[in-house]
């Protein structure tokens, strides 16, 4: 998981990018909005964007502006931060559906104490091994076992959904690759992958062409996300197959 800094000031996003990973977070910089929307596109894993108000090219209030038009964006949360914290600025924030405002200059401690409450905040990518061994009463070998026929369902996943949209404007293509995704909506109940499950149901749900292609790009996005988290859990291929059968 990484949070993107978004600001201007080189020496102020090193400060930034120095306390959060003194607190042990992973954080990626850019310099204006555009570069971000750059990034986010890149990085799945990015779960949190900070960003100061006025910068060149693409200010912050474009850049949040940006990310709830893709669905696969929308629903980052976003810390804004600014030194003119005026009405207008304030109130066209919150119409973007920012609830995180900060004056700079920014108390360093209390912006990273807010965003790890965002991070909190968040949907499980996957459920902790102990909880869902405990809550399927299995043990870990049959745990494992699970993790990689899921991790292998969510490779097939990413391919299905890659295909299908780049297949542009064929709709045909893209129910296709909807209807091939049963067996994820079954693993990621089992293990706890809520915001995979999550975008299933609305994937399943959508209605246009243009919306089902939206919602399967932000599907697409939770499953790189997920396949990461199950290859870091998941045993290597070898141990799997050798496993004794019970």
Do not use: W
């Not at 905040?121 to 399927?136: D, I, Q, Y």
């Amino acid at each position: 998981m990484a949070i993107l800094i978004v600001e201007d000031g080189p020496l102020s996003a090193r400060v930034l990018e120095i306390k959060f990973q003194r607190a042990g977070l992973e954080v990626v910089t850019a310099e204006n909005g555009r570069r971000a929307l750059e990034l986010l596109e890149q990085s799945p894993d990015i779960e949190l964007v900070i960003s100061d108000v006025m910068m060149p090219e693409m200010d912050g209030l474009d850049l949040v502006k940006a990310m709830r038009e893709r669905p696969e964006l929308r629903d980052l949360p976003v810390i804004l931060t600014t030194a003119m914290a005026d009405a207008d600025t304030v109130k066209r924030a919150a119409a973007l559906g920012v609830r995180h405002f900060m004056v700079k200059p920014v108390n360093a401690p209390e912006l990273v104490e807010r965003a790890r409450e965002l991070l909190r905040g968040r949907r499980p990518t996957l459920g902790a091994s102990a909880a869902v061994m405990s809550r399927l009463a299995i043990d870990r070998q049959a745990y494992d076992e699970v993790v990689a026929r899921f991790a292998s369902a969510v490779a097939g996943g990413i391919e299905l959904l890659e295909q299908g949209l780049a297949a542009g404007t064929d709709g045909a293509k893209l129910k296709e690759a909807i209807a091939g995704l049963g067996e994820l909506a079954d693993g990621a109940g089992l293990l706890g992958a809520e915001r995979v499950a999550a975008a299933l149901r609305q994937t399943r749900d959508a209605g246009s062409p243009d919306e089902a292609a939206g919602e399967c790009r932000r599907l697409l996005r939770e499953l790189k996300v997920l396949g990461r988290a199950l290859a870091a859990v998941a045993p290597p291929p070898a141990e799997v197959e050798a496993a004794p059968e019970a």
